[in-house]
């Protein structure tokens, strides 16, 4: 009797508009407790911490929408919704955990490296860098993958050459952020295009249009800050050569991928087929390595290579070839690796519907780039401003695509600049140049979002919805 007593009252509510400080207190608390994280836990504030703050955060939220005149049963739909935009993204994040993880058994991905490293340039390196990061982030879609692995090693030749570490690093990340937001395969993209509504293929495609230019002019940039010199490659070479075999059969699975992706079909069918086909090329071209890393001698051999494709899937390959460079570059992926992001993403959508009912408005390249720093994390900076200015874009007429190239352009692109990004303090880890002797030099990052906000100016790319054409493929706004 209770509950149906309580019904009425819920139903009367009159929903009363959000004071100022209604909008930005959510915020704040955010704020506050994200600072709180980082100071008491650092590094791995990410790791779990963060996902805490921004529950409490959307708990103030859903207060607030509940004074406002919002029942809670609204409330929790709100959050229910929010976390539904996500789902597809989320499972694509799986895949492509599991794609990384058999990519890494299989080859795939140190024959990415061992062709990039022959085609560098001693002439223009700075140049060369930004594309292999370019072309290689493309293909697997992380640019902490490129970072972390080639990007080492490309530090390292700078180093030997005395060239400058810190326009090294500048190219690093300008390659290594072009392929995170162009590809298919990458996360920010999926989340981008998730939040906002948007699809895949139509995001991929309309941020090539504002990253293409940024990329050119920022290797024009690098180009003229080359210099001549002698590059030998020959150990890292003879390093790979001699725990690998290396052939071109290896790159298999990537024109799968690329294959699946023109022909449109779905992304995460496209992105868990390369998965398993690397796990099958790993079989064909690595099998004695399928067994060795499954650990199970009493199996028959087929039994081991099948256990030793589904753990890469499950949960990423660990090598053990005794060159550590090596190990490190082929050392990760998995379903599981991807666990603390979709934590990440189910927070933060959640949070992100309670304070639409809380009345949070500002620009967007503006919020975008405001969030990178002052929640210190690339995921929620993406989710928080697509999640808030949906709906405003539904209301103006503007198509979700332009949403998630905005939000793309913008808040993937300038968390490495921010020192205290999670994005920025990892990429100061791994290449070894603070925050703030690389941000001036990734002219990527830095142009992108003038280029997108130059295309708005313009009424380039403006893409409006209308009733006969689908969201992304309608006529540009124009004049």
């Not at 022959?118 to 293909?139: D, E, K, N, R, W």
């Not at 395969?185 to 998730?194: P, V």
């Not at 890393?293 to 753990?311: N, R, S």
């Amino acid at each position: 009797m209770a509950n149906h007593a309580s019904m009425p009252a819920e139903e009367k509510r009159e929903a009363r508009r959000p004071t100022l400080l209604d909008a930005l207190l959510p915020m704040i608390a955010l704020i506050a407790l994200l600072a709180l994280s980082y100071l008491l836990f650092g590094k791995d504030a990410s790791a779990g911490p963060n996902q805490v703050a921004l529950l409490f955060s959307g708990i103030i939220a859903a207060g607030i929408a509940y004074k406002n005149g919002m029942p809670w049963d609204g409330v929790r739909q709100a959050v229910v919704d929010g976390i539904a935009t996500g789902l597809a993204a989320i499972m694509i994040l799986l895949a492509v955990g599991a794609l990384i993880g058999t990519w890494a058994l299989s080859g795939t991905i140190v024959a990415m490296v061992y062709y990039g490293l022959q085609i560098l340039s001693p002439h223009y390196f700075y140049a060369t860098t930004a594309i292999i990061c370019a072309l290689v982030g493309f293909s697997i879609g992380s640019s902490w993958t490129v970072a972390g692995t080639i990007g080492i090693g490309l530090m390292g030749v700078a180093a030997s050459m005395n060239l400058s570490p810190e326009i090294t690093a500048g190219a690093v990340i300008s390659g290594a952020y072009f392929g995170d937001k162009a590809s298919p395969l990458s996360d920010t993209a999926n989340l981008a295009t998730a939040v906002t509504g948007s699809g895949i293929y139509e995001h991929i495609r309309e941020s090539l249009f504002t990253s293409v230019p940024a990329l050119l002019v920022a290797i024009l940039l690098f180009g003229m800050l080359g210099a001549p010199g002698d590059f030998d490659a020959t150990a890292m070479i003879s390093g790979i050569e001699s725990h690998f075999t290396v052939s071109l059969w290896a790159f298999t699975p990537l024109l799968l991928v690329l294959g699946l992706s023109i022909a449109r079909f779905p992304p995460f069918i496209t992105i868990f087929f390369g998965a398993l086909a690397g796990g099958l090329l790993a079989v064909v071209l690595e099998p004695a390595r399928v067994v060795a890393f499954a650990a199970a001698p009493e199996m028959p051999a087929a039994v081991a290579m099948l256990k030793g494709v589904w753990m890469a899937l499950a949960n990423g390959y660990v090598a053990h070839s005794g060159n550590e460079s090596l190990d490190v570059i082929l050392t990760r992926g998995g379903m599981s690796s991807m666990m603390n992001t979709v934590w990440l993403i189910i927070t933060a959508l959640s949070f992100g519907a309670t304070v639409e009912h809380a009345g949070l408005v500002a620009t967007v390249v503006a919020t975008c780039i405001g969030a990178n720093i002052v929640t210190s994390d690339q995921y929620i900076s993406i989710a928080l401003p697509g999640r808030l200015f949906k709906a405003e874009f539904a209301k103006r007429g503007l198509a979700p695509v332009l949403l998630s190239r905005v939000v793309g352009d913008s808040a993937t692109v300038t968390s490495p600049l921010i020192p205290w990004n999670s994005c920025g303090a990892y990429m100061a880890a791994a290449l070894g140049v603070s925050a703030t002797g690389f941000a001036m030099y990734c002219f990527f990052n830095i142009l992108n979002p003038l280029v997108t906000i130059l295309f708005a100016v313009s009424g380039l790319r403006v893409w409006r919805t209308t009733i006969d054409a689908p969201p992304g493929n309608a006529p540009p706004l124009q004049g």
